[in-house]
């Protein structure tokens, strides 16, 4: 065995014995398992949100993006950042009504406000159906990792089985605790690791940073602009917007634990406050693509940039740890996810009308279920979800109308105007991405919200024509009614 | 309206203008970084300042009394 597969294997038994530590004694309890019983401070939501932040996309792709698209790249450095400028106003305002109303899951947000146990079902479908590909590309990430730093297939198969096997265990054990504790270790070995490499592949290769970019700026200085081709402006503009538009209405259902779980709505806008200093981090990857691009031929796999580098100018221990960073932007987030995912099937798909007990066994089944198919294709059939993974972002972006209008104070919108925006918005978004009719560069999620939108209106002023005006019901009349 | 949200879409504005400006989206260096870069990673580091101008303002505070007046309430309700 490699010093570099000994010290990754290491690495991740390490972040599953975190993972446990998070929880000392077993719940059968829904609310304690997936947001922590609401007791978490600043701290602790600030390790769990960043770590969100950083998967192995940021991680290897950013890299990966940067030497393809030069600074194009940055446009997933301020997409967060401003979309935390809306969630520190409507964070709170989430957290308080979800705290009143008992709500776990942003299906149950959804079919509280509209009063609708269907939309909260078709609202957790997609949740789960889009995050699935995204838990597959956290363990091909991981698996990718392995393979290149050790150059063994094998390896790379028996280390995403045994990490993945680990997640799983911790996650059934500590849910969103779990999540929590590896957090910490996760954050900690990833910047130590981004610091190491930002100034050593650079110096290495380069010079130095400094003189890095001066050969990128006279070899290439097409990378230094967002021009014309596949990244251009309306790439850079368009996702830019659609991404922080997804991240700021919380339409991806892993976000909701980790806003659930704050302990009082102080500690959701601290927060926030300090949160976009970390993203920050996010531009280290993009330094090492940048020097990939005065190092590496044209053509090399992109997401490969960063740990083929690491492989050239470190000993093996290192490129351990580095992978060991790798598995812990897979491992982490990952378990994130599978707690977002499990909570809707046990809440709101097969859980639903049933009791707490129940609604927990189907959670806890689900964790299996989800990490188990999403392994069994990562390893079996890596391509088949490849092209459900472009539908991610772009289909959860079509529920924003449907939580926009949810955080208003009184209901202006029925649920038959939200559902017909919603899956016309998931129509248009398939029919851009798989039927061959749109060639341009923005973004698809943010056209089909569009047509989304004004289905919305439409079907809402036929709705109010036809004499039929939703019921005003607001959530505080809910928690009043609730309350008697 | 109030200074703090002039403050706060200040590096809202920046950052989303950021293709749109000639001089920013150039094939050029600061500090030994590219343009695009150096400019998106001070507007991102403008945010928090910025946010922390609306936490520390006195609203915020009393909203937080309020919030812990009402979970008092529920407490004695309960």
Partial sequence: MSATLAVTLVGIVVIGVLGFVGRRKATGDLSEWTVGGRQFGAVTMWFLQAGEVFTTFTFLGMAGLAFTGGVAALYALPYIPLAYVGLYFLGPIIWRRAHDRGHLTMADFLSDFYDSRLLGFVAAVFG????????????????????????????????????FVIVVAFVLWSGIKGVATTSYFKDALMLIVLLVLVVAIPAHFGGGIGPTFHKVLAEHPG???????????????????????????????????????????RAVRRNYVFLPVYSLALALPMIIGFTALIVLKQGTDSNAALLTLAQRAFPDWFVGLVVVGTASAAMVPAAGLIVGMSSLIGRNIAGRRR???????????????????????????????????LLTYSGL?????????????????????????????????????????????????????????????????LVRAAGRQPSPTTPEDKRVSHAR | MRPQYVVLAIPVVALVATVWLPFVNTATL??????????????????????CLFEFSRSQREADRADAQRTGERGEER
Avoid: K
Wanted: glycine content about 8%.
């Fill in chain 1, 397 to 461: 972006d079509q529920l924003i109308p449907g939580i926009a209008l949810a955080l208003l104070p009184r209901r202006v919108v029925g649920l038959w105007a939200v559902l017909a925006g919603l899956v016309v918005g998931e129509i248009v978004v398939i029919w851009l991405t798989f039927g061959n009719v749109y060639s341009g560069h923005i973004n698809v999620g943010l056209i089909a919200l569009v047509p989304n939108i004004v289905v919305v209106a439409v079907v809402a002023m």
């Fill in chain 1, 223 to 265: 990378m230094l602009t967002v021009h014309a081709g596949e990244f251009d402006r309306a790439f850079f503009f368009s996702s830019m917007v659609a991404s922080t538009l997804g991240v700021l209405f919380m339409t991806l259902p892993h976000q909701w634990p980790a806003l659930l779980s704050a302990g009082s709505p």
């Fill in chain 2, 30 to 51: 600061w500090i030994g970084l590219p343009s695009v870069m150096v400019w998106t990673g001070a507007w991102v580091l403008a945010i928090t300042p910025a946010l």
């Fill in chain 1, 128 to 163: 789960v159906v889009f995050l699935l590909p995204y838990l597959q590309l956290q363990i091909t990430g991981l698996g990718l990792a392995v393979q290149v730093a050790t150059g063994d297939q094998t390896s790379s198969t028996v280390s995403i089985i045994i990490a």
């Fill in chain 1, 355 to 389: 009791s707490d007990r129940h609604q927990f066994l189907v959670n806890q089944g689900s964790v299996v279920g989800t990490t188990g198919l999403a392994l069994v294709l990562a390893i079996t059939r890596p391509d088949l979800l490849a092209n459900l993974l």
